[in-house]
Structure formats: structure tokens, C-alpha cells
């Protein structure tokens, strides 16, 4: 059962994990007096190539950093080293505390193009500082969710275990990955810390370098399902089938005391070795030890082994889903949206920004979502507002504390809304609707006018919310 990562004792991320720009900006804003209330709005622009939608995940992480953010004294004193902070200002970082709100979509929420992942709210500088964390810790964990989400869907119901670790790109994005998966719906993870600090369940098998230890790979078999009740062992090390003999031998050498669950295929054509696995293993009278398989194995590969008829229980992935290999990056964007009560944009060719503060409904019919529609915050745009408020005055609400099972069991349950053209691997012909509300637009050309015609192009009210 996976716990509450906020009850998880972790050292909180320096406040230096940061852009140097973001430093010399709160500098700039404080020394102008620039700390009205703003709103940053975290959303991407497109989605990856093959991907359907996005899996929003990362929120708990960030909001930990939020909340834990602090400018510890060693830190202040290599930023004076700098030359570019003046001691009054340092001074006062050393007092920062932030004390915003953030509205976000529940980790698990199938997410797509423009519409705010999260919206943080507060004072300029602090919510300026949130930035760079952010949208490190939301990036990392929504790329590696979606690309498990399509593993766990080409594996049809079959377990997938997380073997990514060895490969990551460094020890959070390892840590991190696992919490991902687990949301996403990946069954478990070889790395135990991922298992103390997010209760994500671990499981492993051995590797090659113990039966090459061993003189005699019978000998290896033996001890370690002697050790390990319930145990995998790896077949191919030298010749795929002649392991899973040596495995049928084991068997009837101790008889009712077996105590292997499954073998495990790591190399050569797994379709035609877990044919013929089944075929030993099921004649020797042992059909309820499964096969696993592994190996340079992605959602691709996975769906061809099954549509093959490989009679496969369950696989190990790897490098693919710990890098998200064929789409690691996602062209994620953290904007001010607003300012001192006035919304705010942007004008760069290819980078539309939706002013204000926003809600996302998502409309649905017969219980599977058909659009979604980008509104203002407080606006009834129709359909279910997906962002919920998760920090206010700096601290974690409720929402934000849920366990991850809770997140898990929402990623599960929202997928399945979602039109099955979405849940194939292929991309969707159409693609998956989102509108912008009317509100929301004339709302943007009201500051599109203001900002290209200057102060005095007066339009009327502002809508609130903005």
C-alpha cells in the first residue's frame, strides 16, 4: 500500500536550486516595490510526438519545495560572493517565505495543450522564485507517468514492473520516476528508496552476475529459491530453454516444497522462448509458475509480444520508461498571466498565452469525456472544473496530502474517460478537443489591446477573476 509521501521525513531542495535570473529579478522586484499579487499559470504548448495526452504528476513534490522554501544562512552567504546582491537585499531573503496559493489539477488528470497543469498565486517575487522547482519537479514526473501510462496499456491488465533505476539520469529523477510509474498504474519498482519514502511496493529478481558466480547454474537455482520463497529466477544466462529445464528439475527434486513463482526471459526472441517456456513448464505440471519478461522491452514491443500470443504474466521495463526515450522532454512554460489585478501576456509568434486566472472543465457524456474548455477562473463554462485549490498562505491543504494510492486509483479512473482513440498508442485521428471559453477570449483580446495600443486603450471593466 503506498503512503503519504507528505508524512515522509526528506530534506527540502536548497532555495539555490534555482535560475540565476530568477535571483537577480526578486532583486530587481524588491527594489522597485514590485510585490503586488500575480499569477503564473504552468502549461504546455503541444503534445510530445505519439502522445495523446499528458498524465499530470509532480504537484506533491513541488508544493513540498513551496513550502519547506528557505534561504539558509551558508546559502545567503555564497550568494554575497557573487557580487551582484546588495546586503539589504540578502537581508531580506533571509526572512523569504512563501506564502501564496496554488490550484492545480489533481496528480493522475489526463492533461492537454494550453490547459494550466497548475496556477500559483502571490506576491511577484515569491511567485516568481516558485518557477525553476516547479516546473522541474511537474515536467520530470508528468513526462515519465505518461510514458508509463502507455507501457501499463500495451501490458492489457498484465503486470509492469519499473527495472529503471541503473539508467536514469541521476538519483531524484530515479527517485522521482518510481513515484511516477506507481501513479500511472506500473505494479512496482526495483528501487527501495522510492519504497520507504513513497510506499511505492518493491520487487526484484537476481541478476546474471549470481549465476555466473555460481560453478554450476543448478547450483545457483537451488540456493536462491531456498533463501527466497516466492522467487523469479532468470533463465537465460546461458541458454534460455535449458534454464527453464533446470527450473522443472528444481521442481521435482523438492516437490510440494517448489518454491519458484516465475522465471524470468531477458534476451533473444521472447515471443517463440515464451511459447516454448510455457509449453516445458505447463507439461512438467507446473502452470501456475509464470513468465516474465524483460530486456530492452517499451509500450511498443510489449504490444507486439501480446498481439504475437506470447503467453508472457507480466514484464520489466527498463531504460525506455526511466528516459521516456522517444519523447523525454515536454515543451512545458511557466508565464505571469496576471499582475496587479490586470491580466497579463505575451505576444511571441507560436506562444499563445491565456491571460488571468483560468479553470478547465472537462464535458463529458455517458461518463467519457469529449472536450474540454479553458475558461476564467469563476466563469460557468459548463462541464467539470478540474483545478482544485491544494496551498494556501504557503501550506498544503488537504488535497495536496492525499496518498498516492489515492492518485494512482484517479489516473486509473480518469484514463478510462477518456475516448479509446486517447488510450491507443497510435496517435488519435481527431485529436481530443479543447475550446476556449468566449469569456476567456475576449477577456485576451482586451489585453491584447491594452498592451499593443498602451495605458490609455481603456475597454471597459475588467472581468474578474483576472
Known amino acids: 500500500?503506498?503512503?503519504?509521501?507528505?508524512?515522509?521525513?526528506?530534506?527540502?531542495?536548497?532555495?539555490?536550486?534555482?535560475?540565476?535570473?530568477?535571483?537577480?529579478?526578486?532583486?530587481?522586484?524588491?527594489?522597485?516595490?514590485?510585490?503586488?499579487?500575480?499569477?503564473?499559470?504552468?502549461?504546455f504548448r503541444e503534445l510530445p510526438p505519439r502522445r495523446n495526452y499528458m498524465l499530470a504528476c509532480g504537484l506533491?513534490?513541488?508544493?513540498?519545495?513551496?513550502?519547506?522554501?528557505?534561504?539558509?544562512?551558508?546559502?545567503?552567504?555564497?550568494?554575497?560572493?557573487?557580487?551582484?546582491?546588495?546586503?539589504?537585499?540578502?537581508?531580506?531573503?533571509?526572512?523569504f517565505r512563501f506564502t501564496g496559493s496554488v490550484r492545480a489539477l489533481p496528480e493522475g488528470t489526463p492533461v492537454f495543450p494550453l490547459e494550466p497543469i497548475l496556477e500559483v498565486e502571490g506576491p511577484l517575487p515569491e511567485a516568481q522564485l516558485a518557477e525553476t522547482v516547479v516546473m522541474n519537479q511537474v515536467h520530470l514526473q508528468t513526462v515519465l507517468a505518461s510514458k508509463a501510462a502507455r507501457v501499463v496499456a500495451a501490458a492489457r491488465g498484465r503486470a509492469v514492473v519499473d527495472f529503471g533505476l541503473?539508467?536514469?539520469?541521476?538519483?531524484?529523477?530515479?527517485?522521482?520516476?518510481?513515484r511516477a510509474f506507481h501513479v500511472a498504474g506500473v505494479a512496482a519498482t526495483s528501487n527501495v528508496l522510492a519504497g520507504r519514502v513513497y510506499g511505492v511496493p518493491v520487487t526484484g529478481t537476481m541478476a546474471h552476475s549470481y549465476i555466473q558466480a555460481h560453478d554450476d547454474e543448478m547450483e545457483a537455482f537451488r540456493a536462491f529459491a531456498a533463501?527466497?520463497?516466492?522467487?523469479?529466477?532468470?533463465?537465460?544466462?546461458?541458454?534460455?530453454?535449458?534454464?527453464?529445464?533446470?527450473?522443472?528439475?528444481?521442481?521435482?527434486?523438492?516437490?510440494?516444497?517448489?518454491?519458484?513463482?516465475?522465471?524470468?526471459?531477458?534476451?533473444?526472441?521472447?515471443?517463440?522462448?515464451?511459447?516454448?517456456?510455457?509449453?516445458?513448464?505447463?507439461?512438467?505440471?507446473?502452470?501456475?509458475?509464470?513468465?516474465?519478461?524483460?530486456?530492452?522491452?517499451?509500450?511498443?514491443?510489449?504490444?507486439?509480444?501480446?498481439?504475437?500470443?506470447a503467453p508472457?504474466?507480466?514484464?520489466?521495463?527498463?531504460?525506455?520508461m526511466g528516459v521516456s526515450s522517444d519523447a523525454p522532454s515536454l515543451d512545458i512554460a511557466y508565464k505571469l498571466t496576471a499582475y496587479a489585478g490586470a491580466?497579463?501576456?505575451?505576444?511571441?509568434?507560436?506562444?499563445?498565452?491565456?491571460?488571468?486566472?483560468?479553470?478547465?472543465?472537462r464535458v463529458e457524456e455517458d461518463g467519457r469525456a469529449v472536450r474540454d474548455v479553458i475558461g476564467m477562473a469563476g466563469e460557468e463554462a459548463g462541464g467539470r472544473p478540474l483545478l482544485v485549490s491544494v496551498?494556501?498562505?504557503?501550506?498544503?491543504?488537504?488535497?495536496?496530502?492525499?496518498?498516492?494510492?489515492?492518485?494512482?486509483?484517479?489516473?486509473?479512473?480518469?484514463?478510462?474517460?477518456?475516448?479509446?482513440?486517447?488510450?491507443?498508442?497510435?496517435?488519435?485521428?481527431?485529436?481530443?478537443?479543447?475550446?476556449?471559453?468566449?469569456?476567456?477570449?475576449?477577456?485576451?483580446?482586451?489585453?491584447?489591446?491594452?498592451v499593443t495600443e498602451g495605458p490609455g486603450a481603456d475597454r471597459g471593466p475588467r472581468p474578474s477573476g483576472s
Do not use: C, N
Request: aromatic fraction near 6%; hydrophobic fraction near 40%.
Open 166 to 178: 541503473r539508467r536514469m539520469h541521476g538519483t531524484d529523477a530515479g527517485l522521482k520516476a518510481a
Open 60 to 95: 506533491s513534490d513541488a508544493l513540498a519545495f513551496l513550502e519547506a522554501l528557505r534561504f539558509r544562512d551558508e546559502e545567503l552567504r555564497f550568494l554575497a560572493t557573487l557580487g551582484l546582491f546588495r546586503d539589504d537585499f540578502l537581508e531580506w531573503l533571509g526572512d
Open 343 to 361: 491580466g497579463r501576456l505575451k505576444l511571441s509568434p507560436g506562444k499563445e498565452l491565456l491571460p488571468g486566472r483560468k479553470q478547465v472543465f
Open 1 to 43: 500500500m503506498a503512503g503519504d509521501p507528505s508524512d515522509t521525513p526528506r530534506e527540502a531542495p536548497s532555495a539555490l536550486l534555482t535560475d540565476l535570473y530568477q535571483l537577480t529579478m526578486l532583486q530587481a522586484y524588491w527594489r522597485e516595490g514590485m510585490t503586488e499579487e500575480a499569477v503564473f499559470s504552468l502549461h
Open 227 to 309: 533463501l527466497y520463497p516466492g522467487t523469479v529466477l532468470l533463465v537465460d544466462t546461458y541458454d534460455t530453454l535449458e534454464g527453464v529445464r533446470k527450473v522443472v528439475r528444481l521442481a521435482r527434486e523438492l516437490g510440494g516444497d517448489l518454491r519458484v513463482r516465475g522465471v524470468r526471459l531477458d534476451s533473444g526472441d521472447l515471443a517463440a522462448l515464451a511459447v516454448e517456456t510455457r509449453r516445458i513448464l505447463d507439461e512438467a505440471g507446473l502452470g501456475e509458475v509464470q513468465i516474465l519478461a524483460s530486456g530492452g522491452l517499451d509500450e511498443d514491443r510489449v504490444d507486439r509480444l501480446l498481439a504475437a500470443g
Open 391 to 450: 496551498m494556501e498562505r504557503g501550506r498544503r491543504l488537504d488535497a495536496a496530502r492525499e496518498p498516492l494510492a489515492d492518485a494512482r486509483e484517479r489516473a486509473r479512473e480518469e484514463t478510462l474517460r477518456l475516448p479509446e482513440r486517447l488510450r491507443a498508442l497510435d496517435p488519435a485521428d481527431p485529436p481530443y478537443p479543447v475550446e476556449v471559453s468566449r469569456a476567456l477570449r475576449r477577456h485576451q483580446e482586451d489585453v491584447r489591446g491594452r
Open 312 to 320: 508472457l504474466d507480466g514484464f520489466g521495463v527498463g531504460t525506455s
